[in-house]
């Protein structure tokens, strides 16, 4: 091999090399911010859950007719949804809630009509369904964090129970 050939062979493995280390350096910088972001979320979203949960515990009492809840509820900008109530919208084989799907159940409430793979989803219905509320409780760059609130409904439509749960979390 003449000298001019090697050394051209040369330069493109330093250069190889070098695009090697660039990418590869890219790669751990973006790892390490994952793992110093990943558990950070947002603290006023966590605080503005908690004082939401707190305001429900106290507003949202055993024995409240399902109405009074939902206006409640309404008066803070907070949506109670039962996932049974959507349709789903299919997407080839794949069933997605509808954002509004489900909003305010209310007693005796059919379920809607679906077909697809959004049928083998649905679940039977409770004539008193329960509902759901789920506050935001913040997010980070591939989990996003959140606090549910179960409200169960007796026979006569009144709130029979109300359980607030914990954090949890739903990442990437």
């Excluded at 979203?45 to 106290?58: G, K, L, T, V, Y």
């Excluded at 008066?75 to 949804?81: E, G, T, Y």
């Excluded at 980070?140 to 609130?149: D, N």
Aim: proline residues 5%; glycine residues 6%.
């Amino acid at each position: 091999m003449s000298d001019a050939r090697h050394s051209a062979v040369v330069l493109s493995l330093t250069i190889f090399l070098r695009i090697c280390v660039a990418v590869a350096v890219g790669i751990v910088l973006l790892v390490i911010a994952l793992l110093v972001c990943l558990p950070i979320y947002s603290s006023n979203q966590e605080h503005a859950a908690a004082a939401d949960a707190a305001w429900i515990r106290s507003n949202i009492t055993v024995g409240l007719t399902r109405d009074a809840a939902y206006d409640r509820l309404r008066s803070r900008n907070i949506v109670a949804v039962n996932p049974a109530f959507s349709a789903g919208k299919a997407i080839g084989f794949v069933c997605v809630d509808e954002q509004n799907g489900g909003t305010w159940p209310y007693k005796n409430e059919p379920l809607p009509r679906v077909a697809g793979p959004c049928a083998s989803m649905q679940t039977h219905s409770d004539p008193e369904p329960h509902a759901y509320v789920e506050l935001a409780a913040g997010t980070s760059l591939v989990c996003g964090f959140s606090r549910v609130i179960d409200f169960g409904f007796d026979s006569r439509d009144r709130v029979s129970t109300v359980k607030i749960g914990g954090v949890r979390s739903v990442c990437l």
